[in-house]
């Protein structure tokens, strides 16, 4: 996921809509305006990034007691107003250290490319985007630890892909010469596919990789029983749709996931009941335990008399994660495939993901690996095909137990990530 996706991922159609409100413009022109300016945004910064004084004047923005990373994950929670008002400062010398005397000019492009009906709500919106981008910022050099250089070397990866996200009817506005000379120079000094013939080695790799490919397949079976071995894979596949999980590009089999842990938790995970197959709508089927959350989470959807609240979490009971990181273990991809399939059969559906840990260790901490946990789950979502539009990822620590923190038991059951539906 590039730098621009990654950015819109923590937007929802809630945040949207009271942006919308408050700029007083429909939400198609504001949805229009963000996709502008959030490149725009990001390219000042790299822009900037080789004038030292400042790229630092940027940095101490970025740091500022005022600039909440937290931001990103508790839009829902904000108001529009107070997101403008509190940040408003810091906001507007970012913008100022971006664009200088181009400001009125970019507001002005700006406006008439978002179809707004004053320049108003484009200094608003761009104000909003100023400090949603700081945060963002603050949030990723906080999480990778990073410095000054650290950042703008990460940011310069995607410099391509900021470039072609900012619509050409403004880029003559803003200007950008570092950073689309940088671009262009990185383009020009590429060789060409047969400059030298250098490509020939890659070829021949291909060559040899086939031709081993082709060696082991005959080693393995000889002619007349290769068709069968190949009918067999595929009955395979289709009689095990559940015993396999994907994690990034490797196809793990979850019945050795499941051999592999430990006997409390398969003990566990058994009281669950039997897995049995569910239709969803769209015909969208999936396996899930007879009393696992897929159930309740469906029934909650699915009836009309209940609403929507900010009480009601429904624990994931099959997600897990290695010992105080928040790096998924792959059996967790079973759980977090279903969730998917329910959020495809229900496509008006968003959710809030929650992370908690007990109270053991440093509330601070705490915090942070349970926001960390939440968001490894959303992003999982993302990687198969979530909008990141709907889906906020929060963590809440060691607040909100539902056990005794005094017994291993108790502390296991705080050590959780849920969800809760925030719109049917």
């Known amino acids: 996921m590039n730098v621009i996706d990654l950015l819109k991922s923590y937007l929802n159609h809630e945040f949207l809509s009271k942006t919308s409100n408050f700029i007083g413009e429909t939400e198609h022109s504001t949805s229009k305006g963000l996709e502008a300016i959030l490149p725009i945004l990001l390219g000042g910064v790299l822009n900037e990034s080789t004038h030292q004084d400042r790229i630092h004047q940027i940095w101490d923005l970025i740091n500022h007691k005022d600039n909440q990373s937290s931001l990103l994950n508790n839009l829902n929670d904000f108001s529009i107003e107070d997101i403008s008002n509190e940040s408003q400062n810091i906001s507007s010398s970012f913008i100022q250290l971006l664009f200088g005397d181009n400001h009125s000019a970019l507001i002005d492009g700006f406006s008439k490319f978002s179809n707004f009906k004053s320049s108003a709500s484009a200094n608003k919106l761009l104000t909003i985007a100023g ?7 603050k949030k990723k050099s906080t999480t990778e630890n990073y410095g000054v250089s650290g950042l703008t070397t990460w940011l310069g990866g995607y410099k391509r892909e900021i470039i072609n996200a900012i619509p050409s009817d403004l ?11 940088t671009v262009n ?7 060409t596919s047969d400059e030298n013939g250098s490509n020939w080695w890659m070829w021949l790799i291909g060559l040899i990789g086939l031709l081993a490919l082709l060696w082991t397949m005959m080693k393995a079976c000889n002619t007349s029983d290769r068709d069968d071995m190949v009918q067999t894979k595929i009955e395979n596949v289709n009689n095990t749709l559940n015993d396999s999980t994907t994690l990034g590009s490797n196809t793990i089999n979850t019945n050795d996931l499941m051999n ?23 015909g969208i089927e999936m396996n899930a335990p007879e009393k696992g959350v897929e159930h309740a989470l469906i029934s909650f959807i699915n009836d009309k008399s209940k609403m929507v609240d900010k009480t009601t979490w429904f624990n994931f009971d099959r997600i897990l994660f290695e010992t105080g990181k928040a790096t998924l273990n792959p059996v967790s991809m ?12 229900y496509p008006s559906v968003e959710i809030k993901i929650g992370g908690y840990t007990d109270n053991t260790g440093d509330p601070k901490a705490n915090q942070k690996l349970s926001l960390e946990r939440a968001e490894a789950v959303r992003t999982s979502l993302l990687e198969k095909g979530v909008e990141g539009i709907r889906m906020v990822a929060e963590g809440y620590g060691q607040e909100h137990s539902i056990a005794d923190n005094k017994t291993e038991t108790g502390r296991d059951l705080n050590r959780r990530v849920a969800i809760r539906v925030t719109k049917k």
């Open 131 to 137: 400090s949603f981008v700081l945060s963002f910022l």
């Open 334 to 345: 079973d759980q977090i495939s279903n969730i998917n399939s329910i959020l495809k059969a």
């Open 260 to 282: 592999s842990l430990d006997s409390s938790v398969k003990a566990k995970w058994d009281l669950l009941g039997q897995s049995i197959k569910l239709t969803l709508p769209g």
């Open 185 to 191: 120079q990185e383009f020009d000094s590429k060789p």
């Open 171 to 181: 880029k003559s506005i803003l200007n950008f010469t570092n950073l689309t000379n």
